[in-house]
């Protein structure tokens, strides 16, 4: 499967696809990252495709008119690597109803926290604010909402007295990764079906 990962910053869940395509190529993960798209230059995740010698793009919500135009320049660009699923890794904008319209159904997204608790883009210190004791990360289906499409896959991670959003924050992404690779691989390879809010891998 032809793979379109979106990133905003570290890129860190990009390279655990990267280092597992690498590994695992020959028996056949089922997925190669064509391309690699950001909302933002000068980040690691862009320098991580370039070290990687794969194609990257990048759509500045500040170079088009409004999110609209935006949101149609995203979804061209995209469309250029004909991918099978597009994955959003630490992508921090919402997307709009074009990149859906095109893409919903093979577009999904993986969040530092176990939805629907605490969506949105502070999810982690949310989750430390309000004392949760257990938390984790959830990969899942975009839909049009903010982090509201069919789960696909859940990791646990406890939350410790000690911890602060960073610290909390690296502990969710070594689980993350983790899963994000699994999830990708089980779908490239397995495909699936989206019944509702159900989604069933063969
Ligand atoms: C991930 O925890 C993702 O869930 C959240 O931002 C983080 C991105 O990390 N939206 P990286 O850029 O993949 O290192």
């Excluded at 690296?170 to 691989?185: A, P, Q, S, T």
Aim: proline share 3%; glycine share 10%; net charge negative.
């Amino acid at each position: 499967a032809r793979l379109v990962v979106l990133v905003s910053g570290a890129g860190t869940n990009l390279q655990a696809l990267l280092d597992t395509i690498a590994v695992q190529h020959v028996v056949g993960y089922g997925a190669e990252v064509v391309a690699v798209g950001a909302d933002r230059e000068d980040i690691a995740g862009l320098r991580r495709a370039r070290e990687a010698g794969i194609p990257t793009y990048v759509c500045r919500l500040g170079d088009h008119a409004d999110r609209a135009a935006w949101d149609v320049a995203l979804t061209r660009a995209t469309e250029e690597y004909e991918p099978d699923l597009v994955v959003s890794a630490g992508f921090m904008k919402i997307v709009g109803a074009e990149f859906l319209a095109r893409f919903q159904g093979r577009f999904i997204n993986t969040h530092p926290a176990l939805l629907p608790s605490f969506p949105g883009a502070q999810a982690v210190r949310e989750a430390l604010a309000h004392g949760v004791r257990i938390t984790g990360c959830t990969v899942h289906f975009v839909d049009d909402g903010v982090d509201t499409g069919p789960i696909i896959a859940q990791g646990a991670v406890e939350v410790r007295d000690e911890d602060d959003e960073t610290a909390l924050h690296e502990r969710i992404k070594d689980v993350e990764r983790r899963l994000l690779v699994e999830v990708v691989g089980r779908l490239a390879r397995d495909g699936y079906r989206i019944e509702g809010r159900k989604v069933r891998i063969p």
